[in-house]
C-alpha cells in the first residue's frame, strides 16, 4: 500500500508519517508548508507542495505515485480563528476536503482516513463521550469537521470508498524532540511558555462543575494517535465497504489544575497557576469512551500524560535552548 499523507509535514502529520513508515508501509507527503516545516519529513519519503484545493495538482500525486489509500490530515484548525474567519475555513477545511475527495474517486483510491476532532460534540452533558453522543460543534472549526465526516461517509458510499473519521481528543507530547509541536495553541505549550518566561501559568475559570472546579479534558499522546491512523488504514485495506468513526482517547479526565501541577513537578518549576476568567464556549469536561476503537481496530493508548509532557518538555527545550528545569 501507498499512502497519502495530507498536512505530512505537520505535527500530527509528520507522527503519522513515522509511523506508517515504521509499520512497513508506503508513504508520500503533500502539504502546503503553510504551518507544515519540510524538515519533519523522513529522508526517502516523496514530499509534494501543494494544497488540497489545487485539484490538478492533487490528481497528479495520486497518480504519478500510484497511491492506494489517502490519509487526509491537511486542514486549519483554530477555534478562535475560526470564528473570526469562517470562510476560510470553509473553503479550506470543507471545499479543500470536495477537490480531495473528487480526485480520489476519480483515480479509483479505494480507502480514505479523515481526521476528525472531539470539537464535532461542543460541550456534552455526559461523563463519556461516545461516538453516539449527539454532535452539536460550537465553532467553525467544529462545523468543518463535522460536514467533513458527513461528505466523507456520503462519498464513501457512492463511490464503494472504505472510510474512517478519527475524532481526536487532546493531543500532546511527541515521539522525539524534532517532531514536537511548536505552536503555542494548546495547553502543554501554553503552559511551557509561561513557566519559562517566570511567568504563572493561566487557568481559565475555577467555578466548573468539577472535583476542583477546573474543566476536564482527555489527552492522548501523539504517538498513540499516529499509532490508531496506521490501525485505521489496515482496517480499511483489508475490509473494503469498511465506514468506521472512532474517538481516539485515552478515556480518563485530567483536569487543568491537575495538568499545570503535574507540568510543574516534571519540569522542576514550581509556579502556582493564575485563575482568569472563563474562555467562552469550554465545556466542563470532555473525556472519550475508547471502547469502540478497542473492539473495531484491537487499539488501546499505551501512554500516560507524565509520557507526554516529558516527551514534549524535551521538544520545547531543544526549540527553546534558554528554557531550563526550575
Known amino acids: 500500500m501507498t499512502w497519502l499523507i495530507t498536512g505530512g509535514a505537520g505535527y500530527i502529520g ?18 502546503d508548508l503553510s504551518t507544515g ?19 490538478e495538482r492533487v490528481t497528479r500525486v495520486l497518480t504519478d505515485h500510484a497511491v492506494t489509500g489517502v490519509v487526509h490530515l491537511a486542514a486549519k484548525k483554530q477555534v478562535g480563528e475560526s470564528v473570526e474567519l469562517p470562510l476560510h475555513y470553509y473553503r479550506e477545511n470543507v471545499e479543500g476536503l470536495r477537490v480531495l475527495l473528487q480526485a480520489v474517486t476519480t483515480a479509483a483510491v479505494p480507502s480514505f482516513v479523515f481526521s476528525s476532532s472531539a470539537a464535532v460534540y461542543g460541550m456534552p452533558d ?5 461516538e453516539e453522543t449527539p454532535c452539536m460543534p460550537m465553532s467553525p472549526y467544529g462545523e468543518t469537521k463535522l460536514a467533513g465526516e458527513w461528505l466523507t461517509r456520503a462519498t464513501g458510499r457512492a463511490h464503494s470508498l ?10 500532546a507530547g511527541a515521539a522525539t524532540p524534532e517532531l514536537a509541536d511548536v505552536g503555542v495553541f494548546n495547553i502543554v505549550p501554553m503552559v511551557f511558555e509561561k513557566l519559562t518566561e517566570g511567568a504563572p501559568p493561566r487557568i481559565f ?12 479534558r482527555d489527552y492522548i499522546h501523539v504517538v498513540d494517535l499516529a499509532e490508531a491512523h496506521v490501525a485505521a488504514a489496515r482496517r480499511l485495506s483489508a ?18 489544575r491537575e495538568m499545570i501541577d503535574l507540568i510543574n513537578d516534571l519540569t522542576g518549576y514550581d509556579l502556582p497557576p493564575v485563575v482568569t476568567p472563563r474562555r ?3 465545556p466542563p469536561r470532555v473525556v472519550a469512551s475508547a471502547a469502540r476503537i478497542a473492539d473495531e481496530l484491537g487499539w488501546k493508548a499505551r501512554y500516560d500524560v507524565a509520557d507526554m509532557i516529558t516527551s514534549a518538555w524535551e521538544g520545547w527545550v531543544r526549540l527553546y535552548p534558554g528554557a531550563q528545569r526550575g
Open 126 to 130: 455526559v461523563d463519556l463521550v461516545t
Open 37 to 55: 516545516i519540510a524538515e519533519r519529513v523522513p529522508d526517502g519519503v516523496p514530499m509534494v507542495v501543494g494544497s488540497t484545493l489545487d485539484a
Open 280 to 282: 467562552p464556549g469550554d
Open 162 to 171: 472504505s472510510t474512517a473519521s478519527l475524532r481526536y481528543f487532546n493531543v
Open 239 to 256: 475490509s473494503p465497504g469498511t465506514d468506521l468513526t472512532l474517538n481516539i482517547g485515552r478515556g480518563e479526565g485530567v483536569s487543568v
Open 205 to 216: 475559570g475555577d467555578d466548573y462543575p468539577t472535583p476542583d472546579g477546573t474543566c476536564v
Open 14 to 31: 509528520a507522527h503519522v508519517v513515522r509511523a506508517m513508515t515504521e509499520a512497513g508501509e508506503q508513504a508520500v507527503v503533500y502539504d
